[in-house]
């Protein structure tokens, strides 16, 4: 069963940096993306930044050279590196995984494209 766990939120200032991680675990395929996504309440989840089995990245332009998406496949670990924080970016952070084996980098990507899903960790940053 794939599992995935999120860790490294925190609360930090403006300006700040963040590096969130994703473990996975449970699988066994070699084909995969592997992305980031936020939620704040009442809104629906939206992708952040998604890497695939290849390598290649997409990053949401609200992020875009902010935000740098990057795995350690020894570690079976994806991290989100947040630089340079706005309070817009406080949300609940999610990994989200899907095994297929297509890639959604470089075309339209959201959570219906994902099946296993982390629990979250809760980024606050403070003007």
């Not at 989840?45 to 795995?71: H, L, M, P, Y």
């Not at 406080?90 to 297509?102: E, V």
């Amino acid at each position: 069963q794939v599992q995935l766990v999120e860790s490294g939120g925190g609360s930090v200032q403006s300006g700040g940096s963040l590096r969130l991680s994703c473990a996975v675990s449970g699988y066994t395929y070699w084909s995969y993306c592997i992305a980031w996504f936020r939620q704040t309440p009442g809104n629906e989840r939206e992708g952040v930044a998604v890497i695939d089995s290849d390598g290649r990245t997409s990053v949401a332009d609200s992020v875009k050279g902010r935000f740098t998406i990057a795995q350690d496949n020894a570690k079976n670990t994806v991290y989100l590196q947040m630089n340079n924080l706005k309070p817009e970016d406080t949300a609940m952070y999610y990994c989200a995984a899907d095994f297929s084996g297509r890639t959604v980098v470089g075309g339209a990507w959201g959570a219906s494209d994902f099946a296993d899903w982390g629990q979250g960790t809760q980024v606050t940053v403070s003007p």
